[in-house]
T-cell receptor, first 115, second 112 residues
Framework: DAKTTQPPSMDCAEGRAANLPCNHS???????VYWYRQIHSQGPQYIIH???NNETNEMASLIITEDRKSSTLILPHATLRDTAVYYC????????????????FGQGTILTVHP | NAGVTQTPKFQVLKTGQSMTLQCAQD?????MSWYRQDPGMGLRLIHY???????DQGEVPNGYNVSRSTTEDFPLRLLSAAPSQTSVYFC???????????FGEGSWLTVV
């Protein structure tokens, strides 16, 4: 799986958009970009994933650059409950069999949303 | 749906003791896995299973055993606990064709 690089920490004011960057310059054509977050003392929670097109769901938006070497997770209106560690992960799409696609979690970005 | 359920949530062991962390999921997911998370670090894969009767090693398998006799259950066994196994353990599952991995709430293990 391609390695990712994220800033160790970021701050965001409540109600503002939080833009979390991720570099994955060695990503392969068949690797997806996934975002998970981990709120203190809880298990990681899936947020969103994408291949090359921008994606949006009820939680967030994912913007992937045209060369796919970086992406940005956008939380449009951050709340205090969004304070968490955000992990950007790249991995091969599901191929069945034993290619479980082990998620490799890096250090992530600690996002602190303040009032 | 209860999702992924882990027990116990907290456990203190003495060095050399054995124990089993239980993990059950009610979503009929084929894939299940165990991760450990140490302070300030990401999750590291211990063992995983792609179906009943099939298991394989992850990044840090030493000191742990697993089995998968049913689709629902994936217990993690510590045969002889060591202080280095003090950690938070997360069980996870997903469908074979799915992209989303569902995690349990974690089991906090301290080995003294």
């Amino acid at each position: 799986d391609a390695k990712t690089t994220q800033p160790p920490s970021m701050d965001c004011a409540e109600g503002r958009a939080a833009n979390l960057p991720c570099n994955h310059s060695t990503i392969s054509g068949n690797e997806y970009v996934y975002w998970y977050r981990q709120i203190h003392s809880q298990g990681p929670q899936y947020i969103i994933h994408g291949l090359k097109n921008n994606e949006t769901n009820e939680m967030a938006s994912l913007i992937i650059t045209e060369d796919r070497k970086s992406s940005t997770l956008i939380l449009p209106h951050a709340t205090l409950r969004d304070t968490a560690v955000y992990y950007c992960i790249v991995r091969v799409a599901i191929a069945g069999g034993t290619s479980y696609g082990k998620l490799t979690f890096g250090q992530g970005t600690i996002l602190t949303v303040h009032p | 749906n209860a999702g992924v359920t882990q027990t116990p949530k907290f456990q203190v062991l003495k060095t050399g003791q054995s124990m089993t962390l239980q993990c059950a999921q009610d979503m009929n997911h084929e894939y299940m896995s165990w991760y450990r998370q140490d302070p300030g670090m990401g999750l590291r894969l211990i063992h995983y299973s792609v179906g009943a009767g099939i298991t394989d090693q992850g990044e840090v398998p030493n000191g742990y055993n697993v089995s998968r006799s049913t689709t629902e259950d994936f217990p993690l066994r510590l045969l002889s606990a060591a202080p280095s196994q003090t950690s938070v353990y997360f069980c996870a599952s997903r469908e074979a064709s799915g992209n989303t991995i569902y995690f349990g709430e974690g089991s906090w293990l301290t080995v003294v």
